[in-house]
């Protein structure tokens, strides 16, 4: 469904070629520069970086999307019903994101209780810090975190 | 297509048409229609994926820092962040926009051009397969990562190295918190280092998150299988158009737009897997 002539669409694609190149080294430099391998000592602020890099990523994801899968030329019923039920991933992100955050406190309070480790059988007891979840050898806190809920339930048992 | 002309000689017969395939839904063919379908079952796929990985980040402690994990070049060059994921994403750029002209032959009949530029975007992907088949060697054999192992731990805290590991770190030198490391293996044995933190507590060196490999290792690799795949296809079916089988067909090339919207679909997700893998 050429909708360009022939001359023009080898255009687009030279086109999308160089401007899919510059915004992939835009979204290394400032990965490179917003952690500071560049230019020593300065950092960019953690949410001026990310936003710049998933912006320029949505970008890219836009163009491919409607000019080399020629998604500009199809008629608007087949646009939405590809592009709309990928919304949904928007709540998908947000809701997961939350509980990862939520797992993440769980976590903390898990490796608050050093009695978990006699249910978990495998560390001694040197951990003191509550955030790097330090055990020798094996890695309580990285079990499945469906675990988690049951293990301090154990935990509240023991006490 | 439609044309304005079919859809006006079907006007008469309207019910009995919509059921005999004389109308295409969207304008666009069957075809055409279920790869759209298909591509976005997948995306949703990857997208689970790849929510999996924020979700499990977002719960752990710590993360290796991936411009220290992924920060090896071929021929021995360690700490240069970023560089050899870059070209993996120019070279998958590049037989994307190989693909487009592929198209675009396809589109004036041009059976050689078809041919010259699928030819060009096969020697794209096994490059980009190449390149990750160098990565994944890298990881597993050199540094030792696995999906159930993952040597790369990462500080939370300051402090001081009490012994050396023979590679980067000598004794006396100091790290700051968020500072990714990686456990050598010496015959064998994980030798984690010693160190002192600020406060003056004596502690050995962690394996980082477990799931950081199993979730690399499955998301590249299912990233790598679709690669794959659609190098093979589209094998086949420039063989298909080498052979003129295409030439005898109705809707001609359409089988190289199906198979070039797949293929853009890899470099799509690509862009995502390179965004959260590599640059977040």
């Not at chain 2, 919509?18 to 295409?24: F, R």
């Not at chain 2, 096969?122 to 980009?128: D, S």
Request: proline share 4%; charged share 15%; aromatic share 16%.
């Amino acid at each position: 469904m050429a909708h360009l002539n022939y001359e023009e669409g080898k255009k687009v694609v030279f086109r999308g070629f160089v401007l899919l190149g510059i915004v992939t080294l835009l979204e290394v430099m400032v990965a490179l520069v917003g952690k500071g391998y560049i230019i020593h000592g300065f950092h960019l602020p953690r949410f001026i970086m990310y936003s710049l890099m998933i912006g320029m990523s949505l970008y890219k994801a836009y163009f491919i999307i409607f000019e080399f899968m020629h998604m500009r030329y199809e008629v608007p019923g087949l646009v939405r019903s590809v592009l709309m039920p990928t919304m949904l991933l928007i709540w998908a992100i947000i809701a997961f994101f939350y509980e990862g955050n939520t797992w993440y406190h769980w976590r903390k309070n898990v490796n608050d209780r050093p009695i978990l480790e006699l249910s978990g059988g495998v560390s001694n007891s040197n951990n003191t810090h509550h955030e790097s979840g330090s055990h020798d050898g094996k890695e309580m806190q990285q079990e499945t975190p469906a675990n988690l809920p049951v293990d301090s339930n154990a935990v509240e048992k023991h006490h | 297509m439609a044309s304005d002309q079919t859809l006006q000689a079907h006007q008469g017969h309207e019910n009995e048409s919509v059921w005999m395939g004389a109308k295409e839904p969207f304008k666009a063919s069957y075809g055409k229609l279920m790869m759209w379908y298909f591509l976005l079952s997948d995306a949703f796929t990857f997208a689970g994926f790849l929510i999996a990985y924020g979700t499990l980040r977002f719960s752990s402690p710590t993360w290796p820092v991936p411009d220290f994990v992924f920060s090896s070049l071929p021929g021995g060059i360690h700490h240069k962040p970023l560089i050899f994921v870059t070209f993996m994403t120019f070279v998958l750029i590049v037989s994307s926009v190989t693909m487009v002209r592929a198209v675009q032959e396809g589109h004036r009949y041009n059976k050689k051009g078809v041919v010259f530029w699928m030819l060009m975007t096969i020697f794209g992907g096994l490059c980009f397969l190449g390149c990750q088949a160098w990565e994944w060697t890298t990881l597993i054999g050199g540094e030792k990562m696995s999906i159930l192992k993952n040597p790369f731990g990462t500080h939370v805290e300051s402090g001081v190295y009490l012994e050396g590991d023979g590679h980067d770190i000598k004794p006396g030198d100091s790290f700051h918190a968020h500072q990714t490391y990686l456990i050598h293996q010496h015959n064998g044995e994980w030798m984690p280092l010693k160190y002192k933190t600020e406060a003056g507590e004596i502690k050995q060196q962690q394996f980082g998150p477990k799931a950081f490999g199993a979730l690399f290792f499955f998301i590249t690799g299912f990233h790598g299988f679709h690669v794959l795949s659609g190098v093979v296809f589209l094998l086949i079916i420039m063989i298909n158009v080498a052979s003129g089988v295409y030439v005898q067909r109705r809707n001609h090339y359409e089988m190289v737009e199906k198979i070039g919207l797949y293929w853009h679909f890899v470099d799509l997700v690509w862009v995502f897997v390179f965004l959260v893998f590599y640059l977040l």
